[in-house]
């Protein structure tokens, strides 16, 4: 039987033009890469970044297929390439940026660093909601701050990020506290945190009440902007700020006078530069062991997409109105 030579795809073919279907040429697998029919493909504000040509730091330029995030089936193998085998269900961060073909598509040759096993008790579609979010989570809480049992952890934010934050500084034993709103209390604390209400809240208020004003060992914020201000209010002396969203101007006073210390977090730097993709992998490797162990789980939107429907995926992003992460599912 032969082998189809294209596949259906999405292309973002202009800043803010509707994203189109098209037939193109399917991919072949080079030097240390696999070949992964793709099953679901997660969606990410970022997306809609480059769709509007306002991520000029993912180095995507257009036309491109989007789409960082991916979970699917290998399909074939290239050369070089031990330890997967064809029918292997894989997830990972894998393109949409830099220039590398994303997620939107049938099909996608993608460098096996950037791969794990797929947690067996995670659909497509589940998996393919953590890859971007579990890296960036990772990298800032473990990689920079090196998060540890019995330390207290604020998060600022409990979306994306924030969720999945929360459940790894948990699973390592971690006293959890997130500041979002009074509406997501009751899921952040099934999660095992403390919800903290920020609208009825003031940072002193929290700090007095959870830390008796001493504030808190780390602080992650997941939103930036006066978050990041609030986080090195917040931290303790001698703690760590994390953000994934450091990119404003900000005053470092209230950090520095108390010996803390600050990360910033930017996970596209592998995808973009090459360096550290293995680490990628590892770390996906550790997420599927924390979620086939029941401690990490992703939040997901209850509506469901296909490639037809990927613009009003990302109309519900743009306009907020997604509870938990959306996926376009790819048959």
Known sequence: MSVKSTMKALLAEAPNSPLRNADIARPVPG??????RVKASGVNPLDLKIRAGNAAHARHPLPAIVGIDMAGIVEEIGA????????????????????IQGSLAEFAAVDTALLAPKPQNLSMREAAALPLISITAWEGLVDRAGVKAGQKVLVLGGGGVGHIVAQIAKAVGAEVYVVDSASKADYLAGLGATPIDRDAETVETYLARHTA???FDLVYDTIGGQGLDTAFRAVSQFGH???????????????SFKAATYSGVFTLLPLLTGEGRAHHGEIMREMTKLVEAGKVIPKLDPRR????????????????QADGKLVVEID
Request: with cysteine.
């Open 31 to 36: 030097e240390g890469q696999i070949l992964v």
């Open 80 to 99: 070089g390439v031990s330890g997967f085998r064809q029918g292997d269900a894989v997830y990972g961060m894998t393109g949409g940026v830099g220039g």
């Open 213 to 215: 004003s001493r504030g």
């Open 241 to 255: 700020v994390v953000s994934c969203l450091g990119w404003g101007s900000h005053a470092l006073a209230p950090l």
């Open 305 to 320: 997409f296909s490639l037809a429907d990927t613009d009003e995926a990302h109309r519900l992003i743009e306009e907020r």
